[in-house]
């Protein structure tokens, strides 16, 4: 009988943005704005891990990918996140993609399009703006719908419906 052992180099962005999808539910289950994201090294090892937590923490720049990138410098020891992907349920937000630039990170894959806020499609694409020093690769739209879905839960609940 053979054992099957999956391996890191197997496994796929839709692998980690079910695992920013975890995060986005300990997200709401927390109370917060549902999204999630992780911080992927390019031995497909998950080196950081966050979900919104602005009211809880009561920090303004507690955004899930903030805190999932604060958690991979701690981890690996270096703000500069060279080669590795984040995995987040949400278009970046401006901050979020200055940071993800500043932090050096490889590649951004994001479920749900952010129409009022989003920075890489709906309002603008910072990634594109030839004054910047580095190059991030962008995939969009991955399990979108399941990310939309959990927001719009969480709205739906606020607003009593």
């Given at each position: 009988?053979?054992?099957?052992?999956?391996?890191?180099?197997?496994?796929?962005?839709?692998?980690?943005?079910?695992?920013?999808?975890?995060?986005?539910?300990?997200?709401?289950a927390?109370?917060?704005?549902?999204?999630?994201?992780?911080?992927?090294d390019?031995?497909?090892?998950?080196?950081?891990?966050?979900?919104?937590?602005?009211?809880?923490?009561?920090?303004?720049?507690?955004?899930?990918?903030?805190?999932?990138?604060?958690?991979?410098?701690?981890?690996?020891?270096?703000?500069?996140?060279?080669?590795?992907?984040?995995?987040?349920?949400?278009?970046?937000?401006?901050?979020?993609?200055?940071?993800?630039?500043?932090?050096?990170?490889?590649?951004?894959?994001?479920?749900?399009?952010?129409?009022?806020?989003?920075?890489?499609?709906?309002?603008?694409?910072?990634?594109?703006?030839?004054?910047?020093n580095?190059?991030?690769?962008?995939?969009?739209?991955?399990?979108?719908?399941?990310?939309?879905?959990?927001?719009?839960?969480?709205?739906?609940?606020?607003?009593?419906?």
């Open positions: 009988m053979a054992v099957y052992m999956e391996s890191r180099a197997l496994r796929s962005d839709e692998f980690y943005m079910h695992r920013a999808l975890d995060q986005a539910r300990l997200g709401l927390a109370g917060e704005v549902p999204v999630g994201a992780v911080v992927v390019g031995a497909g090892e998950i080196v950081g891990e966050g979900f919104n937590a602005p009211v809880g923490g009561r920090d303004p720049s507690a955004h899930a990918e903030i805190r999932a990138l604060r958690d991979a410098g701690a981890r690996l020891g270096n703000y500069r996140l060279d080669g590795c992907t984040l995995y987040v349920t949400l278009e970046p937000c401006l901050m979020c993609t200055g940071a993800i630039i500043h932090a050096r990170l490889a590649r951004v894959v994001y479920g749900a399009a952010e129409p009022r806020t989003g920075m890489v499609e709906s309002k603008a694409n910072l990634f594109a703006q030839p004054w910047h580095h190059r991030v690769e962008v995939v969009g739209g991955l399990l979108a719908s399941r990310a939309s879905r959990l927001l719009r839960e969480f709205f739906a609940a606020r607003r009593g419906e």
